[in-house]
Nanobody, 119 residues
Framework: QLVESGGGLVQPGGSLRLSCAASASAFSSTFMRLSTMGWYRQPPGKQRELVATITSGGITNYADSVKGRFSISNDNAKRTVYLQMNSLKPEDTAVYYC??????????WGQGTQITVSS
């Protein structure tokens, strides 16, 4: 189970921080050690797209559209991944989904959290 928090309404240029915690009952320590966690988003009427990912060792990957504005980080002890979003734009409006996977496995998804960037 992935539990997300931190969504909401923000004005253009503002900031938000998303958190996603992976439950110990659903994901073993071995799974977590091998995992990549990250965030995808689905804008209204569009397909789900990558935002950013991070391995348990801290290797990050970002979509070009968020580079320099968003920052992904993790706390392995807390089984949590964070997405710091700065300089938000209206086009960042979407449902944001947390995901976790290991090589060879399917992605597991959170329930999604709405981010709306509007004045």
């Amino acid at each position: 189970q992935l539990v997300e928090s931190g969504g909401g309404l923000v004005q253009p240029g503002g900031s938000l921080r998303l958190s996603c915690a992976a439950s110990a009952s659903a994901f073993s320590s071995t799974f977590m050690r091998l995992s990549t966690m990250g965030w995808y988003r689905q804008p209204p009427g569009k397909q789900r797209e990558l935002v950013a990912t991070i391995t348990s060792g801290g290797i990050t990957n970002y979509a070009d559209s968020v580079k320099g504005r968003f920052s992904i980080s993790n706390d392995n002890a807390k089984r949590t991944v964070y997405l710091q979003m700065n300089s938000l734009k209206p086009e960042d409006t979407a449902v944001y989904y947390c995901t976790i996977s290991v090589p060879g496995s399917r992605n597991y998804w959170g329930q999604g959290t709405q981010i709306t960037v509007s004045s």
